[in-house]
């Protein structure tokens, strides 16, 4: 069963930078697809970036150019870098996993309902 356990969140200003990473275990098979989502108070859940089985990654209009994603699989690690952060990046930030594979062809890991998620991590972003 897929373990994922997010970390590095936090308050920043705005126009600052924060790092998430989400620690996953399980069989490789079944973290072919990651992704990072968000929901903030009030709202609905909304994709923001995902990286397939080949690397392919995919992001969120309203992050792209400002956020990374990657993978590390010998360190069983997944990170999300943001940067040049604003108000409403303020959230919840929830890494997800699934056993997809080359899911992020047509964007379509950020439509993928994944099966495995983590408890979340609240980023904030001050004006």
């Known amino acids: 069963q897929v373990r994922l356990v997010e970390s590095g969140g936090g308050s920043v200003q705005a126009g600052g930078s924060l790092t998430l990473s989400c620690a996953f275990s399980?069989?490789?098979?079944?973290?072919?697809?990651m992704g990072w989502f968000r929901q903030a108070p009030g709202k609905g859940r909304e994709a923001v970036a995902g990286?397939?089985?080949?690397?392919?990654?995919s992001y969120s209009s309203s992050v792209k150019g400002r956020f990374t994603i990657a993978k590390d699989n010998a360190e069983n690690n997944l990170t999300l870098q943001m940067s040049s952060l604003k108000p409403e990046d303020t959230a919840m930030y929830y890494c997800a996993a699934d056993n997809e594979l080359q899911c992020c062809s047509g964007d379509y890991c950020l439509e993928l309902e994944y099966g495995s998620w983590g408890a979340g991590i609240q980023v904030t972003v001050s004006s």
């Open positions: 399980g069989k490789p098979y079944e973290t072919f697809c």
């Open positions: 990286i397939d089985s080949n690397y392919k990654t």
